[in-house]
T-cell receptor, first 111, second 113 residues
C-alpha cells in the first residue's frame, strides 16, 4: 500500500519567514495530494490540495509543489504569522483510493 | 450544510470493556474513513467504508471493527479494550473515495482506565 513520509517533525520559524514541509510517497499511481492543518484541540482541515496533472498550486501565502518523477511534494508558507502555528499533515491517495497521511509537522511561528 | 458529527465526544471505559463510536457524514457523502490519533503517531488509518462495504482496512487488530448503514452513517466498535486504545478517534467523510476533500468530525476522545 501507499506509504507517506513527512519531514521535519517539528519546525520553528520567525514571524515573517518562510516555512517548507516536505513529503515523499511510494505509490507511483498516486494522483491526489492534500494538505491538512490541525490547530490545537481542533479537527484537521484542508488548506490546499494538488492533483497529479499539476506541478504547482498557490493560494495566497500557501503553495504546494509536486514532483511526480521523484515522488515528492512540498508545502510552502510565506510571510508566516502566529496563527499559522499548528500541526500540518500531508497525504496521498494511491491505487487503493485510500488517503494515507504523513506523520505530521508541528510548526511554531515565533513572534 | 451540517458537518460531520461524531458521538459521543468523550468516553471513559475500563479495560476489557467494548465501545461503539458513531459518525454521521455530510449529507450526500458515501465514503467514511476512520482514523486513530495519538500524540506523536499522526493519523493512523483504521478502515474505510463506501456504500455499506468496507473498501480498505489499516493495520489494526481484529478487535477493531466497523460498519456502515444505508444512510451512510458509520459505527466503529472496539472490543476487549486495552490501555493502549486510549486515543482520539476521528472519522472523515468525502464525496468520492480518496480523490476529493475529506471533512473531519470533531472526534471522540476515548480513555481506557
Amino acid at each position: 500500500g501507499e506509504n507517506v513520509e513527512q519531514h521535519p517533525s517539528t519546525l520553528s520559524v520567525q514571524e515573517g519567514d518562510s516555512a517548507v514541509i516536505k513529503c515523499t510517497y511510494s505509490d507511483s499511481a498516486s494522483n491526489y495530494f492534500p494538505w491538512y492543518k490541525q490547530e490545537l484541540g481542533k479537527r484537521p482541515q484542508l488548506i490546499i490540495d494538488i492533483r497529479s496533472n499539476v506541478g504547482e498550486k498557490k493560494d495566497q501565502r500557501i503553495a504546494v509543489t509536486l514532483n511526480k518523477t521523484a515522488k515528492h511534494f512540498s508545502l510552502h508558507i510565506t510571510e508566516t504569522q502566529p496563527e499559522d502555528s499548528a500541526v500540518y499533515f500531508c497525504a496521498a491517495t494511491g491505487s487503493a483510493r485510500q488517503l494515507t497521511f504523513g506523520s505530521g509537522t508541528q510548526l511554531t511561528v515565533l513572534p | 450544510k451540517a458537518g460531520v458529527t461524531q458521538t459521543p465526544r468523550y468516553l471513559i471505559k475500563t479495560r476489557g470493556q467494548q465501545v461503539t463510536l458513531s459518525c454521521s457524514p455530510i449529507s450526500g457523502h458515501r465514503s467514511v474513513s476512520w482514523y486513530q490519533q495519538t500524540p506523536g503517531q499522526g493519523l493512523q488509518f483504521l478502515f474505510e467504508y463506501f456504500s455499506e462495504t468496507q473498501r480498505n482496512k489499516g493495520n489494526f487488530p481484529g478487535r477493531f471493527s466497523g460498519r456502515q448503514f444505508s444512510n451512510s452513517r458509520s459505527e466503529m466498535n472496539v472490543s476487549t479494550l486495552e490501555l493502549g486504545d486510549s486515543a482520539l478517534y476521528l472519522c472523515a467523510s468525502s464525496l468520492e473515495r480518496g480523490i476529493t476533500e475529506a471533512f473531519f468530525g470533531q472526534g471522540t476522545r476515548l480513555t481506557v482506565v
